[in-house]
């Protein structure tokens, strides 16, 4: 690709043969702004290209700014040796050295026209070089964020232009046209024809040069390509996000009915709960006669008997396996001191002794002979 950058001439001077001597600063690190139709990327709106110093310092970039042709504006096409006749008026010397962020080269002019034009006002420079554009983002050691790099830096002239749009600041920027690229072709038609500038747009990848309403065309084709593949992946992240969420709220259904029926209880194991809880019932009533049960967890009746036999005190702050051992004890207690009439009973009233038989014996003769009287008595 090949650009110009622009700075203002300074420190001239004219020479004892009327050669004018000048001093320029013709390239810069750090990050310049380009629109993305000017650098095949014309899906984007701004592309910021970083030029770091190991590039514009580089051995080879600081030869190729020496013994450069100066030119009064910028040619149509690139300055090699079959038109250097036709289009230099000087050209810079070999003294190029590194001046904090700029790269500073001494060049002279020797053409008198030219010369006027400088003393008259003309003094902007323009450097016009090619180079490679590695789009490859990352951020400066000052943690500035960028999109591209410029590599293989190679200044191909300078021109002496009228206005540079950078003034006098080194920017990328031809001076007459805009900034970025500026496209330099070498299939012009002589000065009599119109020359047509074209402008090397990327589609698909491949480089392609077009005028400029060609790549107006296809900077917009490509802009709403880009926005109904946008529009797509939108659309398609909106579907997905629907199915994840119907996902998660049959995910949660079928979880509370897991749920729901390990809650539900067998016949067998409904059996069994009921018969615990009245045997926790008729245990605790028989500790603690007027403890209430009715509504109460298995815990709280535990609890409620342990405070009634032991008192609240007793149990403040205790764990709950400490209150079910307690109530357990209270349990094992009970059995020990059992109603002893109901012990008895358990297997149906038995005879303990021959006096009971007698008295019994007694009772029914009396009976049976009550309606004798005294004379049955007196008889005998």
């Known amino acids: 690709m090949q650009f110009t950058d622009a700075v203002t001439v300074a420190g001239t001077r004219r020479t004892g043969d009327g050669y004018l001597i000048a001093d320029a600063r013709i390239a810069r690190t750090g990050i310049q702004a380009y629109l993305g139709s000017e650098v095949g990327k014309p899906d984007m709106g701004v592309v910021k290209v970083y030029r770091p110093g190991v590039e514009v310092f580089a051995a080879d970039t600081l030869k190729s700014a020496a013994h450069r042709p100066v030119t009064n504006d910028h040619p149509p096409e690139l300055v090699t040796s079959d038109n250097w006749k036709k289009y230099a008026v000087g050209q810079t010397g070999d003294e190029i050295v590194g001046e904090s962020i700029y790269l500073r080269v001494p060049l002279m002019v020797s053409d008198e026209a030219t010369i006027k034009d400088i003393e008259s006002g003309k003094q902007e420079l323009s450097a016009g070089y090619t180079c490679d554009l590695d789009f490859t983002a990352g951020k400066t050691p000052d943690g500035e964020a960028y ?213 019994h014996t007694s009772m029914v003769t009396d009976m049976s002979t009550a309606w004798m009287g005294n004379q049955s008595k007196g008889a005998a």
Do not use: C
């Open 147 to 359: 999109d591209a790099i410029q590599k293989n830096i190679r200044i191909n002239h300078v021109a002496i232009v009228a206005a540079g749009r950078a003034g006098s600041k080194v920017r990328i920027g031809d001076g007459a046209t805009a900034w970025g690229i500026s496209p330099i072709t070498s299939d012009q038609k002589p000065k009599e024809e119109k020359i047509m500038t074209l402008k090397t747009v990327t589609v698909d990848g491949i480089p392609v040069e077009v005028t400029d309403q060609g790549a107006v065309v296809i900077g917009t084709l490509q802009t709403r390509l880009v926005d109904a593949n946008t529009k797509l992946a939108d659309a398609d992240k909106a579907h997905q996000a629907v199915v994840a969420a119907h996902d998660a709220a049959m995910a949660k259904k079928d979880a509370e009915l897991d749920a729901m029926k390990a809650k539900v209880l067998s016949d067998a194991d409904l059996d069994k709960r009921v018969q615990a809880r009245a045997d926790l019932v008729t245990a605790a009533k028989a500790i603690a006669k007027d403890v209430k049960t009715e509504g109460l967890s298995d815990a709280d009746i535990r609890k409620a008997v342990v405070v009634a036999k032991i008192g609240d005190a007793a149990i403040a702050g205790k764990a709950e396996a400490y209150i079910d051992a307690r109530f357990d004890l209270l349990v094992e207690d009970a059995k020990k001191t059992a109603d002893p009439f109901a012990t008895v009973m358990k297997d149906g009233p038995k005879p303990t002794d021959n006096t009971s038989n007698a008295a």
